[in-house]
């Protein structure tokens, strides 16, 4: 009884952390720019190694695709590769995610502060 306890949480918490991660995933493509060019394969590649998750490569390109008509990304050819930059106005609201990460620390724990969980 107690394994399949802690078989559910196990899997809630993945399932938690994959809807998580697919949700701030603008936010992780932004950060991710800012440190080097990538294409959308190395932005799977990347997400793939920092959190344990496969995002879809149709929800990768789809949310660069929404980036770049936002102005907050460019996106420029490299022989076949689609090589994507940070605009300054995606420069700008990469460098605010910090206090971003505050304010939806202290919702999480508004969320979870009843201990239903």
């Known amino acids: 009884m107690l394994e399949t306890v802690h078989a559910e949480k196990k899997k809630l918490l993945l399932q938690l952390r994959k809807r998580t991660v697919n949700n701030f995933m ?3 493509i932004l950060s991710q720019l800012r440190k080097t060019p990538m294409c959308g394969y190395d932005v799977i590649t990347s997400i793939f190694e920092r959190f344990n998750f496969l995002p879809s490569s149709g929800s990768v390109y789809s949310l660069l695709y929404s980036l770049e008509r936002g102005g907050l990304i460019k996106g420029g050819w490299n022989g076949r590769k689609r090589i994507y930059t940070l605009t300054s106005k995606g420069e700008e609201i990469s460098e605010s995610a910090p206090t ?10 508004n969320i979870f502060a009843d201990g239903t969980l």
């Open 100 to 109: 971003l990460y505050k304010r939806i620390d202290r919702l999480m724990a």
């Open 26 to 28: 603008d936010i992780l």
